[in-house]
């Protein structure tokens, strides 16, 4: 899932383990989450959208990028 994940973690000037350690979850899922590797669960992706204080469509978007023909 496309997400924008590591931009608002920048922006907020937290490292992965610290965005991890306040949403309750491993250094590695956030990292698998922003690679696009690992789709949270919706619980993980409200409790991220909570703490950046966005819309959840602002951090994720579940269709993937279309190509033009």
Request: hydrophobic share 35%.
């Amino acid at each position: 899932m496309n997400n924008e994940l590591s931009e608002y973690r920048a922006d907020a000037g937290l490292s992965q383990a610290d965005l991890a350690e306040r949403v309750g979850v491993s250094r590695q899922t956030i990292n698998a989450i922003e690679r696009e590797r690992y789709d949270p669960s919706l619980e993980l992706a409200f409790e991220l959208s909570d703490h950046f204080d966005c819309l959840i469509e602002d951090l994720f978007d579940p269709e993937p990028e279309k190509m033009d023909d």
